[in-house]
């Protein structure tokens, strides 16, 4: 897994954040854009281009785009 392409996947999921905020380190809850909705269009991501389930619980428990990075990587 590379968390360059897990980045720029993360990314893709928001329509009004421009993908040059996006860092291993950014604090994606931060955002204004964030929402309920987009963190179920990132675990369908999540799903969909690496075959890994992860739940509400494990976004809600990460702070950094890293955090879900090595929590999805951890469950590969």
Do not use: H, P
């Amino acid at each position: 897994m590379d968390i360059k392409k897990f980045i720029e996947l993360f990314a893709l999921q928001f329509d009004e954040t421009d993908s040059s905020e996006f860092k291993a380190e950014t604090e994606f809850k931060k955002f204004d854009e964030w929402s309920s909705f987009l963190a179920l269009t990132i675990i369908a991501m999540v799903d969909e281009e690496y075959g890994v389930k992860i739940k509400g619980d494990d976004i809600r428990n990460s702070n950094t785009i890293k955090d879900l990075f090595n929590l999805v990587e951890s469950k590969k």
